[in-house]
Nanobody, 125 residues
Framework: QVQLVESGGGSVQAGGSLRLSCQTS?????????MGWFRQAAGKEREGVAV???????VYADSVKGRFTISKDNAENTLYLQMDSLKPEDTAMYYC??????????????????WGQGTQVIVSS
């Protein structure tokens, strides 16, 4: 079955960087998948952070534009999120999500069928 496993979370000081990874298994390729990163802070709803569709078409939440970069390694079936200039408000559990139906996906969690278990990011001031 399809599995998404996130890694790379941790604790950093404001201004620091982290790179999250999402290893996908149970599929032959993620080349045609719409995939995204979401986050959920304590007491808040899950929100879309960044999305990449099959043609490397990317979408970012306004709060992370210019600081975060999403990318896919189709050969490794891995999704990445490079996070720079981190702020305390970026503290959250970060989740990877995928839609393998071949249609365009956006920042809404409703667009996705498969989810990872999450990796925690803590940014201290």
């Amino acid at each position: 079955q399809v599995q998404l496993v996130e890694s790379g979370g941790g604790s950093v000081q404001a201004g620091g960087s982290l790179r999250l990874s999402c290893q996908t298994s149970g599929v032959s390729t993620i080349r045609y998948a719409g995939m995204g990163w979401f986050r959920q802070a304590a007491g808040k709803e899950r929100e879309g952070v960044a999305v990449v569709n099959r043609e490397s078409d990317t979408v970012y939440a306004d709060s992370v534009k210019g600081r975060f970069t999403i990318s896919k390694d189709n050969a490794e079936n891995t999704l990445y999120l490079q996070m720079d200039s981190l702020k305390p408000e970026d503290t959250a559990m970060y989740y990877c999500a995928a839609n393998f139906a071949g249609r365009w996906v956006g920042l809404s969690p409703r667009d996705y069928y498969f989810w990872g278990q999450g990796t925690q990011v803590i940014v201290s001031s």
